[in-house]
């Protein structure tokens, strides 16, 4: 008896393995996330005395809520893509190339008995992403949500006070104020 055309009740091991180490990766970068109660603290904010102090209060800032303020700038730079779908749409299909070409790929790729390796690969999906982002309006799009979230970083970090951010955490934020 065959099995071709049935569906799997089990994922291949090698899937499990990739989805086990997406979320061991995840949640360790998420791990790292400070409570957004102490980053949306409104009796903390107020406006810096002068720019020495705002420039200290932005880098004890970033360091303090660093993993926060990726999410933050993630987060704002989808919202800005849901207000242009077909650039959200693009960028689906090139993540899925580069998926499909590249990471999830364990043999290497043949074409009419060619054998292609993983540099060329590389070197072509970098290429038709470089041009279809400067093709179309993705890649202003997309610097129009980083930009916007960057904005909303650095206004948080000028007038979010720092007195209150060093529990526990003072090596990192003496590290901070040093650069």
Not at 53 to 71: C, Q, S
Request: proline content about 3%; glycine content about 6%.
């Amino acid at each position: 008896m065959t099995t071709y055309g049935t569906i799997p009740t089990e994922l291949p091991q090698q899937s499990l393995s990739l989805i086990v180490q997406a979320r061991e990766f995840l949640g360790s970068g998420l791990g790292s996330r400070r409570k957004w109660e102490d980053m949306i603290n409104i009796r903390a904010l107020n406006l810096p005395p002068n720019v020495n102090e705002a420039v200290g209060r932005i880098r004890t800032n970033i360091v303090f809520f660093k993993t926060n303020y990726v999410i933050v700038v993630l987060f704002l730079l989808l919202l800005t893509l849901f207000f242009h779908p077909t650039s959200l749409v693009i960028i689906v299909v090139i993540m899925i190339a580069w998926f499909l070409q590249y990471f999830l790929r364990d043999n290497p790729l043949s074409i009419y008995g060619f054998v292609v390796d993983r540099n060329m690969i590389i070197t072509v999906l970098t290429l038709f992403t470089i041009a279809v982002f400067f093709l179309t309006d993705v890649m202003s799009n997309i610097m129009s949500g980083i930009t916007f979230g960057l904005t909303v970083v650095l206004a948080h970090g000028f007038f979010r006070t720092t007195d209150d951010l060093f529990v526990g955490d003072e090596k990192d934020i003496n590290n901070a104020s040093q650069c």
